[in-house]
Structure formats: C-alpha cells, structure tokens
C-alpha cells in the first residue's frame, strides 16, 4: 500500500453461510442462518432506543476471529469482481473492456479496505474516550462499547490482511490517500457529536452496501464477499450504539449547537470528499499500470468524474440518505435534518 501523506490533508477545504468461506453445518448453520436474519430484520425495523445489554448480547452471539476468515488455502480469485456495480459503477465506462472494468472493480475493491482501514483507526479512538471517563456506571454500557472498540482493532486488521493478500495477486500497486494517523488527527480535532455523526453514518452506510448491493451478487469473489458479509454482521451492533452515542452527546444541547455540530459534520464530509476526488486519481493510476492502457484525455475526465461520483455514493452518500441516520437527526433536529438530506443529493 502505498501512502501519499500530504494529498488528503492538502485538499481538506474542500453469502450468508455456505456462500462464505466460513463454513457452518447441520443445525449450527442452521441457527446462524436464523441469527443473521433476525439481526438484519432488527436493523431495519427496531425502534431507537437500542439497549447496551441487548446488544452486548447479539455482539457476542455473532462474534468471528479472522482466522475463520481468511488464510490458509483460501485466496482471492481475481478472475471475478469484487465489488457490487451499484457501488463500483464501472459500467458506466462504456471505453474500457470488460476485463479492464474488472481490474477496476478491484482496485477499488482495494481502495474499500483502504478506506474502512483510515475510518476505523479514528473509530477505535473515539469510542474509547467515550467510555472512559464513565468506567464506574453501567456496567453493561461499559462492557458494550468496549466490545464495539475490539472489534474495530479486529476490523482494521482484517481488512490489512486482506489488502496483503491483494498485492500478492494484484499486477500492480495501488496507492492510497492517507496516512491513517494524520487523517484520523483531523477528524478527531472536530468536536464530539459531529464525530459521533459520521460514525453513525458510517455505520449505517455499512448496513445498507450489503443488505442493498451484496448479499444477493452472486457474482463477487466469494472470500471478498465473505469479508463483507462478516464485517457487516458485526457493524449492526455498532449503529445501535453510535445511536446511542449520539443521543447522549447531543442531551441538553440547543438547536444552535447541534446546528454547530451538524456545520461541522458536513466539514469533515467536504475533507472526504477532497480524499475521494484525489483517490479516483490513484485508481485510474493503477488502472493504467495494471492493463497497459493509457486514456485519452476525453476518456480521463469522464473516468474521474463518474468515479468521483462513485466514491462519492459509496462513502457518503449511502450514509447521509441512510433513513435511520436521517431519522436520528430528525430526533435532534427537524432543521438539521432536512439540511443534510438536500446537501447529500451531490453524493447520490
Ligand atoms: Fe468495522
Ligand atoms: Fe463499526
């Protein structure tokens, strides 16, 4: 992975079981057929206020190790698509072959982990200051966000032992905005609830890939979907307690400061969107390098401004439309709400 360390910070103004590599039998995958589908119905249709020991609870029944993962025998097969069109959106680019769309599909595949990887490292942070100055209350609570800041260090792990197995098959390197650190500085320099937003988001837009684009593409590498399917399965929990976060961080607040912490919410969603328009550039750089094509100049810009768009819907846009996320904000704010539900239509 290569990291380019000034290009972000620079632009800041601006298959279920069986189908998976995990392998489930008789009444145990039947069991964990029922729990994946009991906590996909519950994301989509419990009310709010989520508990700490329920969801406690349902992390610990749906916890996984990488190991069950990836490793051993089981590689990426590069002869299949990583990732689902509604995000890749590589179709679009009626000039390049279908093998060509391919490779593309993959490197962004690769930026995917890439991403998540940066996300998750200013994640685990922050959710544990949030913890930490209350270890003497609930005790559910505080074994309930430590679970969330565990399996993100899992998370951020798996998805760089992926990113290893991607290189060692991948014909050449594809470079990533960052470094992690400095990305997760900046965020972190915002103030608490508009952090505790995009992490919301973030968790709900990780709902809605799967549930929306993967779980039924049959089609996609299926230790890549697996990857997927296992990070969503755990991200569940997470949304119901960023939901809980938030809601405890915007407690007493006016609307004049959630409207403060919404301005800089969309801020650190302008800074993204700068990483993503550099990170488009990177893609067509390893585009190029990994097929031995070189695009016109006309060809150039209606790569990067569909694929901008694409990364656009990917990161942003699929969380800010999420309902849920907008149905918190509602709770915060009517105002607020409606605010970024218009500025989200430039991420769609
Ligand atoms: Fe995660
Ligand atoms: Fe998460």
Same mark, same amino acid.
């Given at each position: 992975?290569?990291?380019?360390?000034?290009?972000?910070?620079?632009?800041?103004?601006?298959?279920?079981?069986?189908?998976?590599?995990?392998?489930?039998?008789?009444?145990?995958?039947?069991?964990?057929?029922?729990?994946?589908?009991?906590?996909?119905?519950?994301?989509?249709?419990?009310?709010?206020?989520?508990?700490?020991?329920?969801?406690?609870?349902? =992390?610990?029944?749906?916890?996984?190790?990488?190991?069950?993962?990836?490793?051993?025998?089981?590689?990426?097969?590069?002869?299949?698509?990583?990732?689902?069109?509604?995000?890749?959106?590589?179709?679009?680019?009626?000039?390049?072959?279908?093998?060509?769309?391919?490779?593309?599909?993959?490197?962004?595949?690769?930026?995917?982990?890439?991403?998540?990887?940066? %996300?998750?490292?200013?994640?685990?942070?922050?959710?544990?200051?949030?913890?930490?100055?209350?270890?003497?209350? *609930?005790?559910?609570?505080?074994?309930?966000?430590?679970?969330?800041?565990?399996?993100?260090?899992?998370?951020?792990?798996?998805?760089?032992?992926? =990113?290893?197995?991607?290189?060692?098959?991948?014909?050449?390197?594809?470079?990533?905005?960052?470094?992690?650190?400095?990305?997760?500085?900046? %965020?972190?320099?915002?103030?608490?609830?508009?952090?505790?937003?995009?992490?919301?988001?973030?968790?709900?837009?990780?709902?809605?890939?799967?549930?929306?684009?993967?779980?039924?593409?049959?089609?996609?590498?299926?230790?890549?979907?697996?990857?997927?399917?296992?990070?969503?399965?755990?991200?569940?929990?997470?949304?119901?307690?960023?939901?809980?976060?938030?809601?405890?961080?915007?407690?007493?607040?006016?609307?004049?400061?959630?409207?403060?912490?919404?301005?800089?919410?969309?801020?650190?969603? =302008?800074?993204?969107?700068?990483?993503?328009?550099?990170?488009?550039?990177?893609?067509?750089?390893?585009?190029?390098?990994?097929?031995?094509?070189?695009?016109?100049?006309?060809?150039?810009?209606?790569?990067?401004?569909?694929?901008?768009?694409?990364?656009?819907?990917?990161?942003?846009?699929?969380?800010?439309?999420?309902?849920?996320?907008?149905?918190?904000?509602?709770?915060?704010? *009517?105002?607020?709400?409606?605010?970024?539900?218009?500025?989200?239509?430039?991420?769609?």
């Amino acid at each position: 992975m290569i990291h380019k360390p000034t290009v972000l910070i620079g632009s800041a103004q601006a298959g279920f079981p069986g189908q998976g590599r995990v392998s489930y039998t008789g009444k145990k995958r039947r069991k964990k057929y029922m729990l994946v589908e009991a906590i996909e119905h519950e994301a989509a249709t419990r009310p709010l206020p989520f508990s700490y020991r329920n969801t406690l609870v349902a =992390a610990q029944r749906v916890n996984w190790r990488i190991e069950d993962i990836i490793g051993g025998e089981r590689k990426l097969d590069f002869s299949r698509p990583f990732m689902p069109e509604s995000l890749a959106r590589t179709g679009e680019l009626g000039f390049l072959t279908a093998g060509e769309q391919r490779s593309l599909n993959q490197i962004k595949g690769h930026t995917y982990l890439s991403i998540f990887g940066l %996300v998750e490292e200013f994640i685990l942070p922050f959710v544990i200051d949030h913890v930490r100055p209350s270890l003497d209350r *609930d005790d559910y609570r505080v074994r309930a966000y430590l679970q969330f800041a565990s399996e993100e260090a899992k998370h951020i792990q798996l998805f760089k032992v992926f =990113a290893d197995e991607f290189r060692r098959g991948f014909p050449a390197e594809c470079a990533v905005i960052g470094p992690p650190s400095a990305i997760a500085e900046k %965020v972190l320099s915002h103030q608490p609830l508009a952090v505790a937003l995009l992490i919301l988001h973030i968790e709900w837009m990780t709902q809605r890939h799967f549930v929306d684009s993967i779980r039924t593409d049959e089609g996609l590498d299926p230790l890549f979907k697996s990857l997927l399917k296992h990070h969503w399965l755990e991200e569940a929990q997470h949304a119901k307690l960023d939901t809980l976060m938030v809601r405890s961080l915007a407690d007493g607040m006016s609307e004049a400061e959630i409207e403060r912490a919404v301005d800089e919410y969309l801020e650190i969603g =302008a800074f993204i969107d700068g990483g993503l328009g550099q990170q488009v550039e990177f893609e067509l750089e390893a585009l190029e390098a990994a097929s031995g094509i070189s695009l016109t100049d006309e060809q150039r810009k209606e790569f990067i401004d569909s694929q901008h768009q694409a990364n656009r819907w990917t990161y942003l846009g699929s969380g800010m439309t999420h309902p849920r996320f907008l149905e918190m904000l509602g709770e915060l704010s *009517d105002e607020q709400r409606d605010r970024v539900a218009a500025v989200s239509e430039a991420f769609c």
